[in-house]
């Protein structure tokens, strides 16, 4: 057996609006292997987002169970959720989510802090510029986010997720705002930051070309997960 960077089974997740009910996630169940990259497909309102939200600890589900670095964590409260969170998961976002009164590097030094490890420290600046240096934008560390591309405020969220050394990325349609060519460079990078830590990548994207460069892909439907692509070399 692998060793599981993120384990859970039984999901379920309900919305309740006002009157009516809304079954998102109707048994869920999904593993995924240290150093295993995966991507999730599924059309608008699916509940990939909800899935994500439950799998990052944002969200509680209705039932089921989480195991995230081999810890249980439906009987953690807010605090234990949220170091837990901090030490072994990062997250980018189709909308970037950098903070607009600060420098590029204080954002990624920002990093940090979600892991525990502090935030405006001499250490984190220091692999703030290193992160930044291999993600193309050591000369953009002292701009504010809003003068940069929308791709390169993406690296910026990258390099902010990678300094908390997370063991699992999640992503909700990390290049949805970027035109093809820079989703692509983007991708690149998600990927690489991913070989060269061994870190396991959960993806949630509309692309095929982007979903397909993932070690399996699934589908969401009806609430529930299907395997829609399996590794390369295996004949189930
Ligand atoms: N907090 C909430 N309260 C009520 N309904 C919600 C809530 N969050 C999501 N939903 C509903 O749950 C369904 C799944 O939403 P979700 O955001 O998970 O979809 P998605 O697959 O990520 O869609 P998209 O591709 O558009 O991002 C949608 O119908 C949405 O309206
Ligand atoms: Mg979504």
């Not at 983007?186 to 509309?206: P, S, Y």
Request: aromatic share 4%.
């Amino acid at each position: 057996m692998p060793e599981l960077a993120l384990e859970a089974t039984g999901l379920h997740k309900t919305y309740h609006d006002g009157e009516g009910r809304l079954a998102v996630l109707r048994g869920v169940d999904i593993n995924l292997a240290v150093g295993e990259s995966m991507a999730l497909v599924g059309r608008s309102g699916s509940g990939k987002s909800t899935l994500l939200n439950l799998l990052g600890l944002l969200d509680r589900p209705d039932a089921g169970e989480i195991r995230v670095g081999g810890t249980a964590t439906e009987k953690l409260g807010e605090s234990g959720r949220n170091r837990l969170r901090g030490r072994e998961i990062g997250f980018v976002f189709q909308n970037y989510h950098l903070l607009g009164d600060f420098t590029v590097e204080e954002n990624v030094m920002l990093g940090a802090a979600v892991g525990g490890g502090g935030g405006f420290r001499a250490t984190n600046r220091a692999r703030a510029r290193e992160w930044l240096d291999r993600l193309g934008l050591i000369s953009r560390a002292g701009q504010r986010p809003f003068r940069l591309s929308g791709g390169e405020q993406q690296r910026v969220a990258i390099a902010r997720a990678m300094l908390a050394s997370p063991k699992v990325m999640l992503c909700d349609e990390p290049t949805g705002n970027l035109d093809a060519a820079t989703g692509r460079e983007v991708a690149d990078w998600l990927w690489r930051a991913c070989r060269e830590t061994g870190m396991a990548m959960l993806l949630v994207t509309h692309e095929m070309a982007l979903a397909d460069r993932a070690d399996r892909v699934f589908g969401i439907a009806d609430g529930e997960l299907s395997l829609l692509r399996p590794p390369a070399g295996t004949n189930n």
